[in-house]
């Protein structure tokens, strides 16, 4: 059994399998015909210095080969094939100091008309595969139609950069300018050793697999460890394809929110108001987006959820989106769900986003009355809320960045199940 993410013909018996399922879908009506969308042709970005040039290259594919028992010549000749490319690097550092988030304007790059549109037609062809990856994960069918259509419009804009050059130009020219450049630097040598494990198994050109600048792939934007990890045959066709096979991607996608940790009927997030004669404000943001504080000991620090939010059982954070210089921020309770969602990218914005386009995509199937857009600051402050018996406030177990990143997943503390291999 082998999996690839690049583009393959299919044996002939799958072939006339696809064709069947085609008529299929064209007798079940207009709805499905209008999900089948001609997606774009992609050229790929051309780097420049190839990395056969250099020593430390090199070494790297001598140790990858060692280490993971690949045949020498290949992984030298693979990696001495990738390309720099000089405009990748300056991509990854961070904002400008002082720089204002604005989630009004961030929202607006993932949640409008046509990507709500391209959502309910992406839904209606795979109904069928939503309802069973919830079955199978517990992972609702909005959760993972916001993430697809956030990170690439449904596959529309999968990325034009050669995987290789990428995680190469990545993992020998990490900028040095940024913050954590050796520990990000260290993070893409791992994704360029995954890639060349995963591809040796297969029959495919390692030069050929198109993603993001940050080696993301596919409609997901799976990078190389997340393939290897929790992407799964969810059609039962002998393969991954994340790039062509929807089934795949939609049980990926749910397959690893329930790694991460995903609770299944565990609502993301709450609206939150603010009793400003206790309001401890520091405290609650001092975690950052990691849930800490159990619903009491939120409310005892000036943080009120709403109704259902005052029983959750397990713990919040206090999540903070700016809206730019001259308005003030918005505030949500986050839950243990919404932390999984950070897990896929790095950033309290990203989950926002993901959550909004899902829920709209969910009221436009008319599965659910029209969301509300948290948009707006906080409604004003509770000026008489009886105090509730609170625990002690917890210490906050660390502080996690909310860097805005290419979908770089992180490892699970713990994850419910093994991590899933690629078959061989």
């Known amino acids: 059994m082998r999996s690839s993410l690049s583009s ?22 207009f709805a499905t015909q209008a999900a089948a969308q001609p997606r774009p042709a992609v050229k790929a970005v051309v780097g420049s210095t190839p990395y056969a040039t250099r020593d430390d290259a090199m070494r790297f594919a001598d140790e990858v080969a060692a280490r993971r028992g690949l045949d020498r010549q290949w992984v030298r000749a693979t990696i ?11 991509l990854m550092l961070p904002g400008p100091v002082g720089t ?13 008309a046509t990507r709500i549109a391209a959502g309910v037609r992406f839904w209606r062809a795979n109904a069928d595969l939503l309802a069973r990856a919830e079955a199978t994960y517990g992972v609702p069918p909005e959760i993972v139609v916001g993430i697809v259509g956030v990170e690439t419009i449904y596959g529309r804009n999968m990325g034009n950069f050669r995987v290789i050059d990428a995680l ?54 799976f990078m190389p460890s997340s393939i290897a990890k929790y992407a799964v045959d969810f059609d039962g066709d002998g393969r991954i394809d994340l790039v062509n096979n929807t089934a795949d991607v939609i049980g990926s ?14 609502p993301a997030i709450y609206p939150v108001r603010f009793d400003e004669s206790r309001l401890r404000k520091d405290i609650l943001l001092a975690p950052d987006i990691l849930p800490s504080f159990s619903a009491d000991s939120f409310v005892a620090a000036g943080a009120v959820p709403d109704g259902e939010g005052q029983r959750h059982r397990g713990l919040l954070a206090l999540i903070e989106l700016q809206n730019g210089a001259n308005a003030a921020p918005t505030y949500v309770a986050g839950t243990r769900n919404f932390y999984v ?10 989950a926002m986003s993901v959550l909004d386009l899902g829920n709209e995509v969910k009221a436009a199937m008319g599965y659910a009355p029209a969301p ?16 509730l018996d609170a625990q002690p406030m917890p210490l906050p177990l660390q502080s996690t960045p909310t860097e805005p990143t290419a979908s770089q997943p992180l490892p699970p503390a713990s994850s419910p199940r093994q991590p899933m291999p690629l078959p061989q």
Request: charged share 20%; hydrophobic share 40%; proline share 10%.
């Open 8 to 29: 393959r013909r299919r044996p002939v018996r799958a072939a006339a399998l696809a064709l069947f399922a085609a008529c299929a879908a064209c007798a079940a009506g």
């Open 80 to 90: 001495g094939g990738a390309r720099f490319l000089p405009n990748v690097p300056r």
């Open 100 to 112: 204002v988030k604005n989630w009004q304007v961030y929202r607006s790059r993932f949640i409008d």
């Open 168 to 221: 190469a130009t990545l993992a020998f020219d990490f900028p040095q300018g940024h913050p954590r450049a050796a520990e990000r630097q260290a993070f893409f040598r791992g994704e360029l050793e995954s890639f060349l494990s995963t591809e040796s198994r297969t029959a495919d050109d390692p030069m050929v697999p198109l993603g993001s600048y940050a080696g993301a792939m596919g409609m997901p934007q």
């Open 253 to 266: 996608v749910a397959s690893y929110f329930k790694a991460f940790g995903w609770q299944p009927g565990m």
């Open 341 to 350: 969602i950070t897990r896929y990218n790095w950033s309290s914005y990203y």
């Open 372 to 387: 509300q857009p948290v948009l707006a600051p906080a409604p004003a402050p509770l000026r008489s809320q009886p105090r």
